[in-house]
């Protein structure tokens, strides 16, 4: 079994981290129901003696003791950590892992890369080395941040770039959000292009992530409660924006319903490789199946289903619907059109009670609805792990490698030449020691050589395929 | 008689433990419906190619379990173990942490040489238990990274440390649409080295396995376990003890080596020599009356040129290369896996 250490910088950072932690926690307790340590739990979690204190050693089996989270907390600012740290959570963070400062990055990449990056890079490979010790085999490192501030977008990818220095060998999975057109962060298409080379350089996958989709997932849910359509038949914790039955019993602050989505959509990403299945998926496999080509590595993700009714025995059909909403534009966290680009690649984690045969039936009647890219026609990953979310009897993660990503990118690209023509705000950035023109441009460039990419491989679509012609043997 | 079965990757491991399941219960069942001593002599037989005799009389399956990961394998054990009936030896297994990630390169060129020794001397412990080796029985899938990669290694040490045993590949065809991306490439790779160092392979396609449990059985949500069972099933009548048309009243033959004679139809061959029949007046597995058919024919042509046509296309246009170039699998090898293959299809087509 291996283990995977969450590293979350900045505010949006820490508090989707914060919220996974959460739900991660009670995703096992609904699993675990004798207290013992097992293989799922040490996935992410340590169990430490703390009788002795905090420095107590790592107990492997047996029962558990206290948990701690394999994660390092990184902000420059103080308040989310603190909050983390008075709250119910407090106990699962080690001191230890934690990395702060006081003034903040003021919404600026380079004040997070540069100056935080080389005052603290000693300290961040410090605490990253003691987490790994702590793993018996460490497979991935999940790195949750915005792209569009400061310390999640500048420092969050100077760690990105540490650790491909020092764990060559470790994947590393990023979870990004990315800045709306009406982000109030005037410098965020900044942030977010000089983040973005950062990403294309050395993720091994990304999975972006977009406000306004999280956004309409909460406004859907809350219009279908209030509209009395489900009323008490909702199981509240089934909802994919709820806390219900974790440890945050206080009030539930603005941003958590969508924050718990993104903690949902790491924890499925990560069942099968947890929990077992007739068909396991583990996080190796989704990079090896959902990545063609180095830098085409941005997954559209959809999450299904979003809230499951009281009644439990599911019939055949209402299987059905949820794979059809897990292809419909509500369910994915990023705006995007799958539907109507070219899909590189696709993979279906499925979670419960579901069978290959359901899953075949499903993927055959989607698929002529789909556009494949021609040297991928069956492209498709599947994995079916025995063990359903909490709340739910199945459900289902899509994870598309899709051209749908493009318009994303050239819409930042143009807020970014929009603020850059004017050489707006430019001052702020050049002047941090480290920084030049050059940063700017080798950003843009490499922003414009992946929409390029992209655009080479929509071009395909739709043009008849003419197979190449096959090696001839003399016999 | 007996056999080492070698179960790798996630496939073989849980279809291995159906084999062994439905050998045992075969066994253990009181339906023989032929006379004692024919019972008695076809028990004993079995037990012998299979299963060890252990001290507390659990029969021991004469297997090695080999996964990149742990979790299967740790099922698979504990599943056995509390069928009460048969369990696997406990200490004939190799698991390792990460998995191969569905990359045959990494199975094959990183694990494989990596862990060659572990694996060798478990298989060569399961075989020095043998009075009399028949040969060597590997479960597979071709889809994945270890069953593939790591199978396609170890089958070939099998082949350097027993030279003159008879090697039997059993190889999972993947479902035509997507269990796993990349795996027209893992698929082509695997068979083209299985073909360097096995004596046979014998085929079971998902697909097809699928219909069966679809049309003929009724199943209504197939899950993997009832497409193991089946291939069990059919893997258990087929390897079961049986009488040659010969004659000959023991039931010593090896059952391996009966591939050495494939059937082929065609003109160049005696249709008498061309179809071996094996009897036995033993019934298996609760079925009164089973046949089970073993053809080495044409039957695979269409599915091989397909996968091979797939991975073609995919391999022209470098997809995915990357993953495999970084663990040492580079174009060149590609190639000579296609012409490899290439060269089968045209053999089978020329029939």
Redesign the interface.
Known sequence: ??QSVVVQVGQCGNQVGCRFWDLALREHAAVNKKGIYD?ALSSFFRNVDTRSGDNGPDIYKGKICSLKARALLIDMEEGVVNEILQGPLRDVFDSKQLITDVSGSGNNWAVGHKIYGYQYRENIVEKLRKTAEHC??L?CFFIIHSMGGGTGSGLGTFVLNLLEEEFPEVYRFVTSVYPSGEDDVITSPYNSVLAMKELNDHADCVLPIENESLFEIVNKIHQMINAGKLGSTVKHNSLVTSSAGSAKTLQEKPFDAMNNIVANLLLNLTSSARF?G???M?L??I????????RLHYLVSSLTPLYTLADVNVP?RRLDQMFSDAFSRDHQLIQADPKHSLY??CALLVRGNV????L?RN??RL?PSLHFV?????????G?CSVPPVGHSHSLLALANNTCVKPTFIELKDRFMKLYKKKAHLHHYLQIDGMEQSCFSEAISSLSDLIEEYSELDATKGVPRI??S????V? | MSIVTVQLG?CGN?IGHEVFNTLCSDICGTHGLCSKKENESYHDSCKERFFCEEESGVPVARAVLVDM????IS?TLSMAARSGHWKYNSQAHFCQ???????WANGYSVHGPRHKEAIMNLVQKEAEKCDRLGGFFTIMSMAG?TGSGLGAFVTQCLRDAFPTSFILNHVIWP????????QNYNSVLTLSHLYQSSDALLVHENDVI?KI??QLMN???????D?NQVIAHQLGSVFQPAHTAGGGSGYSRNPLGSFQDPSLYTSWLNPQDAFNAWKTPRAFNKYEKSAALVSNSQFLLKPLDSI???A???F?????I??YTKFGIQEEDFLDC??TL??VI??YT?L
Request: net charge neutral; proline share 4%.
């Open positions: 079994m291996t293989e018996d085999c497979q077992e007739s068909l396991n583990d190796n496999e990079s090896m199946n959902l990545v063609p080509f180095p055949s590189l690649a069978q290959v045969s359901d075949r993927i055959e698929k021609s040297w991928n026609q069956e492209g498709w990953k599947t079916l197979d190449p096959r090696l001839k043997i016999v | 996630q849980q990961e742990p979790k299967v099922q942490k990460q998995g191969s990630g569905n990359n990274g479902y035509g649409t997507g269990e796993v991306i990349v699928h449990c679809a199943i209504k949500q197939i899950s993997f376990r497409v091979v046509g797939k073609w296309n995919m022209a246009s470098k997809a995915y990357h993953q296609f012409t290439e060269q045209s053999s020329n």
